[in-house]
């Protein structure tokens, strides 16, 4: 299973979201409005990756952290929002779980997050 496989199943898991296309890229809406993870193919520059809302802090935290794994993505930085590279050898795969459903928590309303698997 590729990235964005992975990345898709991951999302689609959770309660109410949907796909569909934004600027180009595939992307994950809680109750089709409200987008919570962005996939990222080369989109901006020659980097496979996604980009997602993320806790308070945990963007600072992760990229100060491991560079080489997490980023400030444009655009949706200044928010908050946390950039994940998935071209890196060994993704955690757990790891990546822990954060699209950090970023679903960020946008979904509490009767869906007390949904969640």
């Known amino acids: ?4 496989e992975r990345l898709r ?6 309660p109410e979201t949907t796909e569909r296309l934004s ?3 595939p992307t994950w809406f809680v109750r089709g409005k409200k987008t919570f ?4 193919d080369h989109h901006h520059d020659d980097r496979l990756a996604f980009w997602c809302a993320a806790p308070p802090g945990a963007q600072e935290e992760l990229v100060s952290e491991d560079p080489e794994r997490f980023f400030r993505p444009p655009y949706v ?10 071209d890196v050898p060994d993704v955690d795969w757990d790891e990546v779980a822990e954060i699209v459903s950090d ?3 960020r946008i ?3 009767s869906l997050i007390a949904r969640m698997p």
Do not use: I, S
């Open 37 to 40: 993870v962005m996939f990222a």
């Open 9 to 14: 199943a991951l999302c689609l898991a959770l």
């Open 77 to 86: 930085g200044h928010r908050g929002w946390l950039g994940v590279y998935l």
């Open 23 to 25: 600027h180009g890229e």
């Open 103 to 105: 970023a679903y928590r």
């Open 108 to 110: 979904a309303p509490k």
């Open 1 to 4: 299973m590729d990235a964005l």
